[in-house]
């Protein structure tokens, strides 16, 4: 019998160890960057370079806001066209236009839904035609039907939606202190959740969604944006760098600064953990993609209207950002009902799509 019991006691701290020895793995491995990747390439890249060229948003919307310009014939044709085949998306996208007189705005909108629906509209001209502004604000004045964009029918959607508007004041707050678009911090923590959603879906569906809070990360990477602690400390040492290229300047410097007598480690993982208040989670965020697009406007590129290359760069770290002409859109990638979704191209569908427009309009 006390042989038994010895190769029990064996076999158990056998399995125990090896859950030890896997367990520290992967906590180095996160620790050193062992696990970063690159991820993969959507193949749409190459529509995102293009219609950035074409139709660069360089000075945010419209100065006057009570025109619609030399192509509105031919906008609320497009409208109508996107009403055809998606009258939920186009009902958002018609409140957007309407706000913004944006031109460029709604070719980003039209491109993000004929990539979803993978195909063009049917063509427009620039002539007065069946769809204006009066009929389309009858013919959609309610919602209709499903979105064309699978992830904003599905249930996940829902409590998120509800979930970032209870937190709106700490977005608010965390991206003006570092001087980024509300929304565009909303891109890609909506994309965190939804990641986190469909890779620990039991625990969403235990805790998260009863409560109607966000997943908060806490294993590999924190916080509700799912920081991870190397990119967390190095974007507290580029704050502080004037040589980096992240570098924000003097009037940054002490956003993340601990005080003298505290336990940096801990408190670090205090702040992007904290279930009550994820403003850090936020800050942290907000400020990654203000290094990012720091270091690319030095190089000459804007990045203040692309969430999709923002969301890339956030999802494969500092080491892969390289400012570039054709930048590659892609990230991990992930499953949401049978469809195939990018980091960065999920973000961009956000971003211009019409939902949240109210509450994190296009500034």
Known sequence: MKKVYRHIFKTISVIILAVIM????????????FTNVAGEEDANSFAYNQIAKIEPVKNGLPKNLSVYGESENYNWCRLGMAAEVSPYDAAGMLK??????????LDHMILVL??????????CNNEPGFWNESNLNEALAKPIGQSSYT???????????????????????????AGVQPRLLVSVAIVEQLRLYYTQRELYEKLFKPLKILANANKMAWGTMSIKEKMAIETENHLHDKNSPYYLGPESEKLLDYSNSTDVAKERYSRLTDERNHYYSYLYGALIIKQFQTQWQKSGYDLTYRPEIIATLFNIGFSHSEPKDNPTVGGSTLDINGEKYYFGSLAYEFYYSGELTEEFPFE
């Open 22 to 33: 896997f367990l520290a793995a992967g906590f180095f491995a996160v620790k050193f960057g």
């Open 96 to 105: 957007a236009y309407q706000k913004t007189k944006s031109k460029e705005l």
């Open 114 to 123: 004929e990539l979803r629906k993978g195909g063009k509209l049917s063509p």
């Open 151 to 177: 992830w904003i029918n599905s249930e996940p959607w829902q409590v998120i939606k509800e979930s970032i508007l209870k937190e709106k004041p700490q977005i608010d707050q965390a991206a003006k202190v």
